[in-house]
């Protein structure tokens, strides 16, 4: 009998669902919180020897690893930056969003460009003031913030095995 995953993103959670036949087509509702129609996930199988598994935490298309060895290349280039220079912070900005895959949000993007032209961070941030999260938007540790404000964590995995 087949095993099916589901994902809850309202509950960030993978619930496990028992067939007692091959069934494509049916999405359960959410067993926590009602929802219509959660969505069906790629399950991993067994195999013999060691395994590995990969992180559920995709961040917007975004695998942890691949996020980790971005910032780390980051933080490298930051340490030699002008942080005087808002064509450089933008340039770091523009490599992090292209390395991660992440949006910053369109609101950041106009601030990014307008550093690319050469304007004064401090001016820019007080005449968007308000359309900006953050005190320390234009560091390297304000952007990462930003960047990861909106990502969920990995999601939990429910080890109730429900019926389809």
């Not at 619930?15 to 129609?37: M, V």
């Not at 969003?97 to 993007?109: I, K, P, R, V, Y």
């Amino acid at each position: 009998m087949p095993i099916y995953e589901f994902y809850c993103d309202n509950c960030n959670v993978v619930f496990n669902f028992l067939s007692n036949r091959i069934n494509t087509t049916s999405k359960p509702a959410c067993p926590r919180c009602g929802k219509l129609e959660i969505s069906r996930q790629m399950s991993t199988f067994a195999t013999i020897g060691r395994a590995v598994e990969a992180s559920d935490d995709m961040m917007a298309g975004m695998d942890e690893k691949r996020m980790e060895e971005a910032f780390g290349s980051l933080m490298q280039e930051a340490e030699g930056m002008n942080e005087e220079d808002p064509r450089q912070m933008a340039s770091l900005m523009r490599k992090f969003t292209e390395q991660t895959g992440m949006s910053l949000g369109d609101t950041m993007e106009e601030a990014i460009s307008r550093m690319e032209k050469g304007e004064d961070p401090d001016l820019i941030e007080k005449e968007m003031e308000g359309q900006l999260d953050g005190d320390d938007l234009f560091s390297f540790d304000g952007m990462k913030k930003k960047a990861l404000s909106g990502v969920k964590p990995a999601p939990d995995h429910d080890e109730k095995l429900y019926t389809l």
